[in-house]
């Protein structure tokens, strides 16, 4: 459920926030396997929508939106998501941009 997936995301931030360089050494990777095995738009949305509401320090949440851009960018797991999002098609994925855009 959306609850469960809300409560993971933030865990998971909470752990990368707390462990002094481990969102810098090991953030890319575990959202990249997160996006590789499971639902890109997924892990993305929920990311959006956990950080401004949980996470006022502007560095970290600066961090981890440039870590989702890079990952977005090169990854080829999320090549479909990247041209979705450049596309504007779908609602939902105008959703996900807004989202992401307000982080």
Known sequence: TQSTWASFILKLLNKLK??????????AHIICNLC???NPYQVYYVISQVLPTNFDNDRFVFDVVKILNKIL???VELKELRN????FLNKNISLLFISLYKC
Do not use: T
Not at 18 to 27: A, E, H, I, T
């Open 18 to 27: 707390s462990s002094l360089g481990m969102l810098d050494s090991k953030g």
């Open 36 to 38: 590789s095995l499971l």
């Open 73 to 75: 960018m090169i990854n």
């Open 84 to 87: 979705e999002l450049a596309s």
